[in-house]
């Protein structure tokens, strides 16, 4: 591969696990999270001058959303952080060296699958998924991204370019057949949007679990200042958008919270709302069925569901459903099921109309799938993990540089606000919605921005080395 002098290498890793306690309940599908932990690296790197730099990364380890299973979470759990702690060490004495697109891609394609695949040999009948080992490696992939940044002394999106890139995009990824496209000669860079906005519109998460109206509270829910129900968080940040998590696998209980929540919306002010069915749904019927009726029976509300984000398995290899019906409603949005550009070439075939990228899959894997994405003409949006602290900022920085359909889902703010005070004070609009939005005007410097040195945070021990 050809080199340039800006190319960087990983020369160590410091690993940090932080825990993390919920509010209240934050449902994944058929399982309630109520602690997480939050995997946080250092990760230094040097140019081939000896030129050193220092990036951060951090993820929740998300156990329900990452794996779905009927193992218990502690299991999972500990899991994901056993395998973090072996990434650490693959990391730190992984040697390729170039731009983080290239260093990034060349550890997904060939050390993480060689990892995972260890690691699952060791645990027999119970692997872990390559969502759970993506997840895993995000935040050393980000933190990489960082410190390339830091490096330069440049913002990281500054840095997709031809003049620090040693390969195009087609080295990456390739068009879908008899698609009109070419990567040749394009970057990263040539998909974000010009003008990156300062200011995104925030999507509020409506939970499995969350109460609705007063006579669902049962005295137990927390007094510590911030919103419980609904119609409050709505009042409270001038919410205008509402992403309402549904069961997948109840008709009537899914509609029925769609016009709750539709009505409340109405009521309040509140413009814009997508439902999230859970991966629960084999049958497009189901959410065609519910679509339908919500358009006969509520107009208003049906023209308020902006998409409708993965109702299918995550599986999408194993469940090559045809959405086109649906698509043909509503936009489809992919996320759970669009690990790769790959995932999302199927996915396209197959109906799907757009895809929320995650920064949590790696910000390399969620650049490409960018890049692909808006290269066949679908729509982005960025979902959260629920995101605190650090985790946040690579985060609301994707959404921004993306042009998506509608601004950024953030609800860590609603399920643990307290673990993101520290960073809160250095970035005051990226951890509270006011009027409805998130503001991006506090990150200024190299890399992602974070502005490490100001926030006041003590870590734990490291867990590695």
Same mark, same amino acid.
């Given at each position: 591969?050809?080199?340039?002098?800006?190319?960087?290498?990983?020369?160590?890793?410091?690993?940090?696990?932080?825990?993390?306690?919920?509010?209240?309940?934050?449902?994944?599908?058929?399982?309630?999270? =109520?602690?997480?932990?939050?995997?946080?690296?250092?990760?230094?790197?040097?140019?081939?001058?000896?030129?050193?730099?220092?990036?951060? /990364?951090?993820?929740?380890?998300?156990?329900?959303?990452?794996?779905?299973?009927?193992?218990?979470?502690?299991?999972?759990?500990?899991? &994901?952080? =056993?395998?973090?702690?072996?990434?650490?060490?693959?990391?730190?004495? +992984?040697?390729?060296?170039?731009?983080?697109?290239?260093?990034?891609?060349?550890?997904?394609?060939?050390?993480?699958?060689?990892?995972?695949?260890? +690691?699952?040999?060791?645990?027999?009948?119970?692997?872990?998924?390559?969502?759970?080992?993506?997840?895993?490696?995000?935040?050393?992939?980000?933190?990489?991204?960082?410190?390339?940044?830091?490096?330069?002394?440049?913002?990281?999106?500054?840095?997709?370019?031809?003049?620090? &890139?040693?390969?195009?995009?087609?080295?990456?990824?390739?068009?879908?057949?008899?698609?009109?496209?070419?990567?040749?000669?394009?970057?990263?860079?040539?998909?974000?949007?010009?003008?990156?906005?300062?200011?995104?519109?925030?999507?509020?998460?409506?939970?499995?679990?969350?109460?609705?109206?007063?006579?669902?509270?049962?005295?137990?829910?927390?007094?510590? /200042?911030?919103?419980?129900? %609904?119609?409050?968080?709505?009042?409270?940040?001038?919410?205008?958008?509402?992403?309402?998590?549904?069961?997948?696998?109840?008709?009537?209980?899914?509609?029925?919270?769609?016009?709750?929540?539709?009505?409340?919306?109405?009521?309040? /002010?509140?413009?814009?709302?997508?439902?999230?069915?859970?991966?629960?749904?084999?049958?497009?019927?189901?959410?065609?069925?519910?679509?339908?009726?919500?358009?006969?029976?509520?107009?208003?509300?049906?023209?308020?569901?902006?998409?409708?984000?993965?109702?299918?398995?995550?599986?999408?290899?194993?469940?090559?459903?045809?959405?086109?019906?649906?698509?043909?409603?509503?936009?489809?949005?992919?996320?759970?099921?669009?690990?790769?550009?790959?995932?999302?070439?199927?996915?396209?075939?197959?109906?799907? =109309?757009?895809?929320?990228?995650?920064?949590?899959? *790696?910000?390399?894997?969620?650049?490409?799938?960018?890049?692909?994405?808006?290269?066949?003409?679908?729509?982005? &949006?960025?979902?959260?993990? *629920?995101?605190?602290?650090?985790?946040?900022?690579?985060?609301?920085?994707?959404?921004?540089?993306?042009?998506?359909?509608?601004?950024?889902? =953030?609800?860590? &703010?609603?399920?643990?606000?307290?673990?993101? %005070?520290?960073?809160?004070?250095?970035?005051?609009? %990226?951890?509270?919605?006011?009027?409805?939005?998130?503001?991006?005007?506090?990150?200024?410097?190299?890399?992602?921005?974070?502005?490490?040195?100001?926030?006041?945070?003590?870590?734990?021990?490291?867990?590695?080395?």
């Amino acid at each position: 591969m050809p080199s340039k002098p800006t190319d960087i290498h990983v020369t160590g890793a410091t690993l940090y696990f932080l825990p993390v306690d919920t509010r209240i309940p934050l449902k994944f599908g058929p399982e309630t999270t =109520t602690y997480v932990t939050c995997a946080r690296v250092a990760l230094s790197v040097a140019d081939a001058n000896n030129n050193t730099a220092v990036g951060w /990364g951090e993820t929740p380890l998300s156990v329900q959303w990452v794996w779905p299973s009927d193992l218990s979470y502690e299991e999972r759990h500990e899991a &994901m952080k =056993t395998f973090c702690r072996q990434l650490a060490q693959a990391w730190r004495t +992984f040697k390729t060296a170039g731009h983080p697109m290239e260093v990034g891609f060349a550890f997904q394609e060939k050390e993480l699958p060689r990892l995972l695949k260890s +690691f699952n040999k060791s645990r027999g009948d119970r692997p872990m998924p390559w969502l759970g080992a993506l997840v895993c490696c995000s935040l050393f992939d980000i933190a990489l991204h960082d410190a390339y940044g830091k490096l330069l002394g440049k913002p990281v999106y500054e840095t997709y370019t031809a003049e620090y &890139m040693n390969r195009d995009l087609a080295h990456f990824i390739e068009p879908a057949a008899g698609a009109d496209v070419s990567f040749a000669g394009k970057y990263p860079a040539d998909f974000f949007v010009p003008d990156p906005p300062k200011e995104l519109p925030a999507w509020h998460l409506v939970g499995g679990k969350d109460l609705i109206e007063p006579e669902e509270l049962t005295g137990l829910e927390p007094n510590d /200042g911030y919103p419980v129900l %609904l119609r409050d968080w709505i009042r409270a940040d001038g919410l205008t958008c509402l992403k309402v998590k549904l069961r997948g696998n109840d008709p009537r209980w899914d509609y029925d919270r769609l016009v709750k929540v539709g009505q409340i919306a109405i009521e309040e /002010g509140a413009l814009w709302l997508t439902s999230d069915f859970n991966c629960t749904v084999t049958d497009p019927a189901y959410v065609n069925d519910i679509l339908d009726k919500l358009c006969l029976e509520h107009p208003r509300i049906y023209g308020m569901i902006l998409y409708v984000e993965q109702p299918f398995p995550y599986e999408l290899e194993e469940h090559q459903i045809d959405v086109h019906s649906v698509s043909a409603r509503k936009p489809l949005f992919m996320d759970e099921s669009c690990h790769d550009w790959k995932l999302i070439r199927l996915g396209r075939s197959l109906g799907w =109309t757009g895809v929320a990228l995650k920064t949590c899959k *790696t910000q390399t894997g969620a650049l490409l799938s960018l890049c692909w994405a808006k290269a066949h003409g679908m729509t982005l &949006m960025v979902q959260d993990l *629920t995101n605190p602290m650090l985790a946040q900022i690579p985060h609301c920085l994707l959404a921004a540089h993306a042009g998506t359909i509608m601004g950024v889902e =953030t609800n860590a &703010m609603q399920f643990y606000p307290a673990a993101s %005070l520290a960073e809160e004070k250095v970035h005051p609009g %990226l951890y509270k919605r006011r009027k409805g939005c998130v503001s991006l005007d506090s990150l200024h410097g190299a890399g992602f921005g974070y502005r490490v040195e100001d926030i006041e945070r003590k870590l734990p021990d490291p867990v590695f080395p």
